[in-house]
């Protein structure tokens, strides 16, 4: 049989897509036969897309198209044969079929459109393989069980059977999200055993995916033959209903980055669920043609530049390494921000020009340097500039505040200027200290951003880790000591990511604060610095890695608040291990750093005795620069990441003491 060919999609007008067509058949085991149309972009949503992945498989498996031999890889034949129907046909869109992908310009060309593709959509099935007798099991559980649970918390004489089968549920969901499942697999004796395969799929890795189920407005999700609402398993999986929580946690719908709710370790599909999530609901707002309520329609900057890193997240997946750009181009443009294009001419394998031309795109269409916090000094590709950021599990974040005594914020518009083919950025600010001193690096990151202990006597390594913080921050203040409370200010803010802060008095803990040490967060940090290791021996060995702690960590602060009880009396144990799983993120890679003026502050692992301490007006925290060039006139430093300076002064409203605005260059 002759081997199919594609015919070359030429439009003057509207863009073309190749649809297949999936005939019917009787048997499950019939052969696959098709018919692949070209038509313009059709309006209305009379196809469906699939969301695959292609887990390096190589095509194989012949498939009939247009009486001629098309052959695919076996994943997407045996998400044909599962979707194809009895009696009708299907109109269906795969990338694998419907783009040429022997030929690069039709692959560009349909790249381009995927966005309009997969928001088109009548529905998008995520196909995660055939499954098992298991996965059925667990997502029937799901599907059925659940909601009538749910619907059991609010009948009298069935809340208290729901509420101990919701326990048992809890438990077995903690159980696959922390521990991949193993042990339930293994056992195969309780409802969820399959569940597994479903929540540590390749799917969830995939780059690609991100956009495909975002842009969504119908999605489903299929093993073998049984299908489930992704929005039903989303629900059920973060629990929406089952607790009172938002729907998207505030610090991942605004901020778009560090989420002190979840563990950094641990459960990775749980945070790329509410990645998802926020996703979704900033294409759900963009999408409003209606505003009852007057709603902030266009994501942050800041979750614009988040968005944008996980194309470099080691931890996604991509067939090919331009992917990782053009995965995002359309959400972008779904969440209103025109598409960031690469440099014309640009070589497909020098990824680190696309995302050099996205950051000065997002630099100049906003007039914003907010990117520059995104740095850490150590480049993810050769010979980049160092103002180019890199990812972070844990970005980086400025401290906001209101007890704060400067702003780095201006109603000014920071100044720069991109030199020499945008390699060199030009910059303006006040050089007002030196670093002069480094501690080790505070915790080793284990790829995740959090840290190991060691395996022989924990405890006592751990201790002494910490006591070398305080020992260092005492040294470095020598000069000006402080008072404990003062004391316990200062680590509380160089140890704790500043979104800690803001996610903890969202949750609606009543207290009275006369200054920021009564705060009962820091208070809690406190005892934390006395008790981690000698009082407290559950934090020693602990994991730490629970996805609910935070949220019981609340509850337990309210009904501290309401009651009046000691502080140690509800949640005491909780409070502790939740703010050791903070510090333990937060300072993960990362140095204490002494400055020649007697400050103490905190910075990326690649910081050096000598580099400068530097306010830029737009940016939000200090930087870090290191010289490279000694020319007196044209000075160029490397950016060595943001740093948390505590107490630095400045304030926006005035300059004295901040000696002469200097210009110089970053490479």
């Given at each position: 049989?002759?081997?199919?060919?594609?015919?070359?999609?030429?439009?003057?007008?509207?863009?073309?897509?190749?649809?297949?067509?999936?005939?019917?058949?009787?048997?499950?085991?019939?052969?696959?036969?098709?018919?692949?149309?070209?038509?313009?972009?059709?309006?209305?949503?009379?196809?469906?897309?699939?969301?695959?992945?292609?887990?390096?498989?190589?095509?194989?498996?012949?498939?009939?198209?247009?009486?001629?031999?098309?052959?695919?890889?076996?994943?997407?034949?045996?998400?044909?044969?599962?979707?194809?129907?009895?009696?009708?046909?299907?109109?269906?869109?795969?990338?694998?079929?419907?783009?040429?992908?022997a030929d690069w310009q039709d692959k560009m060309e349909q790249i381009g459109q995927m966005?309009?593709?997969?928001?088109?959509?009548?529905?998008?099935?995520?196909?995660?393989?055939?499954?098992?007798?298991?996965?059925?099991?667990?997502?029937?559980?799901?599907?059925?069980?659940?909601?009538?649970?749910?619907?059991?918390?609010?009948?009298?004489?069935?809340?208290?059977?729901?509420?101990?089968?919701?326990?048992?549920?809890?438990?077995?969901?903690?159980?696959?999200?922390?521990?991949?499942?193993?042990?339930?697999?293994?056992?195969?004796?309780?409802?969820?055993?399959?569940?597994?395969?479903?929540?540590?799929?390749?799917?969830?890795?995939?780059?690609?995916?991100?956009?495909?189920?975002?842009?969504?407005?119908?999605?489903?999700?299929?093993?073998?033959?049984?299908?489930?609402?992704?929005?039903?398993?989303?629900?059920?999986?973060?629990?929406?209903?089952?607790i009172l929580q938002p729907r998207v946690p505030g610090s991942v719908l605004l901020e778009g980055g560090y989420n002190p709710s979840l563990p950094m370790r641990g459960v990775p599909f749980l945070k790329r669920m509410y990645q998802i999530q926020a996703l979704q609901e900033w294409v759900r707002r963009s999408r409003r043609r209606i505003n009852i309520i007057p709603i902030q329609r266009r994501p942050p900057l800041a979750f614009i530049i988040n968005l944008i890193l996980t194309g470099i997240n080691p931890e996604f997946q991509v067939t090919e390494e331009v992917d990782r750009f053009y995965s995002l181009e359309g959400i972008l443009q779904e969440l209103g921000i025109q598409p960031l294009s690469p440099i014309s001419g640009t070589p497909t394998n020098r990824l680190d020009l696309y995302f050099q031309?996205?950051?000065?795109?997002?630099?100049?269409?906003?007039?914003?340097?907010?990117?520059?916090?995104?740095?850490?000094?150590?480049?993810?590709?050769?010979?980049?500039?160092?103002?180019?950021?890199?990812?972070?599990?844990?970005?980086?974040?400025?401290?906001?505040?209101?007890?704060?005594?400067?702003?780095?914020?201006?109603?000014?518009?920071?100044t720069f200027v991109f030199r020499d083919q945008s390699r060199i950025l030009e910059l303006s600010g006040y050089f007002v200290d030196t670093v002069s001193s480094v501690s080790?690096?505070?915790?080793?990151?284990?790829?995740?951003?959090?840290?190991?202990?060691?395996?022989?006597?924990?405890?006592?390594?751990?201790?002494?880790?910490?006591?070398?913080?305080?020992?260092?921050?005492?040294?470095?203040?020598s000069n000006n000591p402080l008072s404990y409370g003062a004391e316990v200010a200062l680590l509380?803010?160089?140890?704790?990511?500043?979104?800690?802060?803001?996610?903890?008095?969202?949750?609606?803990?009543p207290q009275q604060m006369w200054s920021f040490t009564d705060h009962r967060l820091v208070k809690h940090f406190a005892r934390w610095l006395e008790n981690a290791v000698e009082v407290n021996e559950l934090l020693v060995g602990s994991e730490d890695s629970g996805f609910d702690l935070a949220e019981h960590f609340l509850s337990s602060e309210r009904i501290v608040a309401a009651l009046g009880h000691p502080d140690h009396s509800i949640g005491y144990h909780r409070a502790l291990l939740l703010i050791q799983r903070w510090v333990r993120e937060y300072t993960a890679d990362k140095r204490l750093v002494g400055t020649e003026k007697g400050r103490v502050g905190i910075a990326w692992r690649s910081v050096q005795p000598g580099d400068k301490v530097v306010l830029v007006r737009g940016v939000?925290?200090?930087?870090?620069?290191?010289?490279?060039?000694?020319?007196?006139?044209?000075?160029?430093?490397?950016?060595?990441?943001?740093?948390?300076i505590p107490w630095l002064p400045?304030?926006?409203?005035?300059?004295?003491?901040l000696g002469a605005l200097k210009q110089f260059f970053v490479v």
């Open positions: 049989m002759a081997a199919f060919r594609y015919q070359a999609l030429k439009s003057s007008g509207a863009p073309l897509v190749r649809l297949l067509v999936v005939k019917p058949a009787a048997s499950h085991d019939a052969p696959l036969e098709c018919r692949l149309i070209t038509s313009p972009f059709p309006s209305s949503r009379r196809y469906e897309a699939i969301s695959y992945t292609w887990d390096g498989q190589s095509p194989c498996r012949p498939v009939l198209v247009d009486d001629s031999q098309l052959l695919v890889t076996p994943n997407v034949e045996s998400a044909l044969r599962h979707l194809r129907r009895r009696f009708f046909y299907r109109r269906i869109w795969v990338d694998s079929v419907c783009i040429n992908q966005e309009k593709i997969y928001r088109g959509a009548a529905r998008v099935v995520i196909w995660l393989g055939e499954g098992q007798n298991t996965t059925s099991r667990a997502m029937a559980l799901l599907k059925w069980k659940l909601p009538i649970y749910k619907l059991g918390l609010h009948l009298p004489f069935m809340r208290y059977r729901a509420k101990y089968a919701l326990a048992g549920l809890r438990s077995e969901l903690q159980a696959a999200l922390v521990h991949g499942a193993s042990s339930l697999s293994r056992a195969n004796t309780t409802p969820l055993s399959g569940l597994d395969s479903i929540i540590h799929h390749s799917w969830f890795r995939r780059l690609w995916t991100l956009q495909e189920i975002s842009l969504a407005r119908r999605a489903v999700l299929q093993c073998g033959h049984t299908k489930l609402s992704w929005r039903l398993l989303s629900n059920a999986l973060t629990f929406e209903g089952v031309a996205a950051f000065i795109s997002l630099a100049t269409r906003f007039d914003s340097l907010r990117f520059l916090l995104h740095t850490t000094g150590e480049p993810w590709a050769i010979n980049q500039p160092s103002w180019i950021p890199s990812h972070a599990n844990v970005p980086w974040s400025p401290d906001i505040s209101e007890s704060e005594p400067y702003d780095m914020e201006s109603s000014e518009t920071p080790p690096i505070m915790t080793v990151g284990d790829g995740s951003q959090s840290s190991k202990l060691p395996s022989n006597n924990p405890g006592s390594r751990f201790r002494r880790q910490r006591e070398g913080w305080i020992r260092f921050v005492r040294q470095a203040i509380f803010k160089l140890l704790v990511h500043p979104q800690v802060m803001g996610y903890y008095d969202r949750g609606n803990v939000g925290s200090p930087l870090l620069l290191r010289r490279v060039s000694h020319d007196e006139f044209t000075p160029s430093y490397r950016l060595m990441g943001p740093c948390n400045w304030k926006s409203s005035t300059t004295e003491g």
